[in-house]
């Protein structure tokens, strides 16, 4: 039994060993090609609360894409403390102004690790920039009635952001963005709480983009 255990160590170095007899390895599989448009809604979380927006997309290369955006956003001082009384209404000391958001945006979004991930997790980064109106209502009103009181600010804004496209699907778009917005006042700005202006309004939001390519 040695002996035939010896003979096997000592053939080992002689015999012809085809590398194919493993296997090869496969292909690279090529890259997913996606529709060129996307068009969808923007639904968007920050410290000023909830907002909306939505997008088109046009995609110029495999890592290049141009897009525009509108979105509508409550913005706070962040200064404010709610306080809610007995009967559970709530309410923010030395309030005198609601102001609101709605930036339009033009950018480009490029894509990151295009042939190091795979196609169903997509990161990028993106910069938007163009004009934003800012609305302010009385904050006594109520919410809805205080808009007939508005009155608007223009001016010019835009965000820096990383996020990433998931899934495969060629009909659905599912992603997330985080975004840090700057929209600049260059007048005395905007008094949200009484005797303190903002001139810098925006901040982070946290932004779930569904849509659909074709």
């Known amino acids: 039994m040695k002996t035939l ?8 170095p002689f015999l012809k060993v085809n590398a194919q007899g493993i296997g090869k390895l496969a292909p690279p599989k090529p890259p997913e090609k996606f529709p060129n448009n996307a ?3 923007d639904v968007m979380f920050s410290e000023g609360g909830f907002g909306a927006g939505t997008f088109y997309r046009r995609q110029l290369s495999d890592v290049i894409t141009a897009f525009t955006d509108i979105s509508f956003s409550e913005a706070k001082d962040p200064r404010e403390f709610t306080f809610v009384d007995y009967f559970g209404n709530t ?9 609101f958001l709605i930036p339009i945006n033009f950018g480009i979004q490029y894509r ?6 795979a196609d169903n997790l997509r990161p990028y980064v993106n910069l938007g920039i163009g004009p934003s109106l800012v609305l302010v209502d009385p904050y006594e009103k109520e919410y809805f009635t205080a808009f007939k009181y508005a009155h608007a600010n223009y001016t010019v ?19 997330i963005n985080l975004r840090y917005y700057v929209i600049h006042m260059f ?4 008094e949200m709480l009484q005797g303190k202006f903002d001139k810098d309004l925006g901040g ?5 983009n569904l849509g659909t390519m074709y």
């Open 187 to 190: 007048n005395q700005g905007v």
């Open 112 to 117: 990151l690790f295009e042939n190091v991930i």
């Open 39 to 41: 068009w969808g809604i």
């Open 91 to 99: 309410y923010v000391a030395g309030k005198i102004n609601r102001a």
């Open 204 to 208: 982070f939001f946290i932004t779930l």
């Open 5 to 12: 255990v010896l003979t096997a160590i000592l053939l080992i």
């Open 157 to 175: 804004g835009g965000y820096i952001g990383l996020g990433a496209n998931f899934g495969i699907d060629k009909n659905n778009l599912v992603g």
